[in-house]
């Protein structure tokens, strides 16, 4: 199990775009994957559930990842985080 933290440094934040993004990468991967702040995790493949964590720019949000492929869904997670997404900004 991997339990991280990742930054949301692009403008937008978590919005529905950058979650659709994330969904999609969530979704490629077998591991169980949960993001929130501190004990109050949701579901990372869960669109509805990343949009009310409301993860405004410079929030720093939990990452636990559980299972077969962690530690490639972890690398790949917190590269599209710190790739804002690749909103360009």
Known sequence: MIDTTVDVVNKLGLHARA????IELTMSYRSSI?????ASLVDAKNILSLLMLGAGKGTTL????DGPDEEKACTAIKALFADR?????
């Open 19 to 22: 979650s659709g993004k994330l």
């Open 34 to 38: 949960q993001i929130g702040r501190d």
């Open 62 to 65: 939990r990452l636990v990842i």
């Open 85 to 89: 997404f690749q909103e360009g900004e």
